[in-house]
Nanobody, 120 residues
């Protein structure tokens, strides 16, 4: 079955960096667009980044304005893994971060999330 498992979150001070990973299994990872979504306490989900498939898309990456030039999403199709490099983190980046994908005709899948907490 489809599984998405995030890791790499944790506490970090403002200005610090973290690298999140998302290990995917149960589907042809390289064929599908992947998304990072975050949800801060008391708020709705926010799309952070979308990285298109190299095989079925343009392979490009798109970012929310709030993280542009600070976060970098990438994918390693040989390892079925999605990454999110986050730099110069701010308290407002505190959230649970999820990777997600939509498989046409099958469904929308999201991992269990990894908590990122930015504070002094």
């Amino acid at each position: 079955q489809v599984q998405l498992v995030e890791s790499g979150g944790g506490p970090v001070q403002p200005g610090g960096s973290l690298r999140l990973s998302c290990a995917a299994s149960g589907f042809s990872f390289g064929q599908y667009h992947m998304t990072w979504v975050r949800q801060a306490p008391g708020k709705g989900p926010e799309g952070v980044s979308n990285i298109n498939s190299d095989f079925n898309g343009d392979g490009k990456t798109y970012y929310a304005d709030s993280v542009k030039a600070l976060f970098t999403a990438s994918r390693d199709n040989t390892k079925n893994t999605l990454y999110l490099e986050m730099n110069n983190l701010k308290p407002e980046d505190t959230a649970v971060y999820y990777c997600a994908t939509g498989l046409p005709g099958v469904g929308y899948y999201r991992g269990q999330g990894t908590q990122v907490t930015v504070s002094e």
